[in-house]
């Protein structure tokens, strides 16, 4: 079956499995069954009229004595891009700019709290062309761009917080770019910035050609609807980056991605569902969608014939829990806003059970990595 062509893995498992087995099924998959979000009328019309995928769930805790419940609703948003590559840069963020504006208008209609965009959401993922130009035009400033002051625009009028990852350019530091999230707060003032710490090197992900490791740390941002985290995309693979944004308090994490069926698709429903789990907290997975076409060709440096596009964004965002649990994906070839009610008093409850931080040995993990990092350091391995 082609990448290209099935819809989504639960829409093929719906038409293909019986009843009975597709509810175990489903449940190995995803753990607990969720609640369907009932979203309102105005929101699904609008979503088929739009022509994007909408869907919603409900992560619910447990009643507790001293504690009320602590919901929010958070919007996970994938996109395709809209206009040809070649494009003109401005009209390329302007339509952008539309689209991802008339999806969040349905998410306020149907209540989010947070709303997270994928990465590098402004514009074509160009990396893997290697080229300067055009593609160095599209980044921006992240406390006075063109883009931020779109997304503060769209916080203030939905009281909304808004994570907005972009290609950045700091003109305070020569100009250097920088993969960037800029994290909105939905009084419309930018709270802070989170810059991606991974750069990957692998295949055609070309990326540390255009920008630099990220300075930021593992900043958490406090908002009025909870303590928010963005690990973006290729540190999904490194568990200490998840890890570390747990520590500093975050009870939600989101991951704006943007990843190609033939290299990641097996893993991506793991690695955030995994982060969820060993962290005690929430994980918002988002891709973007469909297949870009680049004027020039280019090669991997992995042995391929040099080619026009980077393969299938296969989009599949989806929500997971600490408790182990998973929202199913969205759909893999289209627009899409997934909205989950998520009450983050499950955090500390799953905490409590399992115990991981509480039994984690970080003064002995500490204490190894330090030498690890040493030029002069040797393994610890018995020998006869």
């Not at 498992?13 to 019986?18: D, G, Q, R, V, Y």
């Not at 992995?302 to 964004?313: L, W, Y």
Request: net charge negative.
């Amino acid at each position: 079956m082609s990448e290209y062509v099935f819809e989504s893995l639960e829409k093929t498992l719906e038409t293909h499995i019986p009843g009975a087995e597709l509810k175990e099924i489903k449940r190995i998959l995803y753990g607990k069954e969720l609640r369907k979000l009932i979203l309102p009328q105005t929101a699904l019309d609008a979503a088929l009229e739009r022509d994007f995928d909408l869907q919603g769930y409900v992560f619910e805790a447990a009643p507790e004595q001293l504690r009320a419940p602590k919901v929010v609703r958070v919007g996970l948003i994938q996109n395709k891009i809209i206009l040809p590559t070649d494009a003109p840069v401005l009209d390329q963020i302007t339509v952008l700019h539309k689209r991802v504006g008339e999806i969040v208008e349905v998410a306020a209609i149907c209540g989010v709290n947070i709303v997270c965009f994928q990465e590098a959401w402004t514009m074509p993922f160009a990396f893997c062309t290697r080229e300067r130009e055009p593609w160095t035009e599209f980044a921006e400033s992240a406390e006075d761009g063109f883009t931020t002051h779109f997304c503060q625009e769209l916080a203030k009028k939905y009281n909304m917080v808004v994570v907005s990852p972009i290609l950045e350019r700091d003109e305070i530091h020569g100009g250097t770019l920088w993969n960037t999230a800029v994290v909105v707060s939905n009084t419309g003032t930018v709270l802070g910035k989170s810059r991606k710490n991974h750069i990957p090197r692998v295949g055609d992900f070309s990326e540390s050609t255009y920008y630099m490791e990220g300075n930021t740390g593992h900043q958490v941002f406090q908002t009025q609807f909870g303590k928010i985290a963005v690990n973006i995309c290729y540190g999904r693979h490194h568990p200490l980056n998840w890890f570390m944004y747990s520590m500093n308090g975050a009870e939600i994490i989101f991951n704006p991605s943007a990843t190609v069926g033939a290299l990641s698709e097996p893993m991506w429903s793991i690695e955030a569902r995994n982060a969820a789990i060993a962290n005690h907290c929430f994980t918002c997975a988002i891709n973007r969608v469909g297949m870009e076409y680049f004027k020039n060709e280019f090669t991997s440096g992995d042995g391929k014939k040099a080619h026009h596009d980077f393969g299938h964004f296969y989009g599949s965002s989806y929500v997971a829990a600490p408790d182990g649990s998973r929202s199913p994906g969205l759909s893999r070839t289209q627009d899409g806003l997934l909205v989950a009610e998520i009450d983050l008093n499950l955090n500390r409850q799953i905490a409590d059970k399992w115990n991981f931080k509480m039994t984690g040995r970080y003064d002995l993990y500490a204490e190894e990595l330090t030498k690890a990092v040493q030029h002069a350091f040797k393994p610890n391995i018995v020998k006869e």
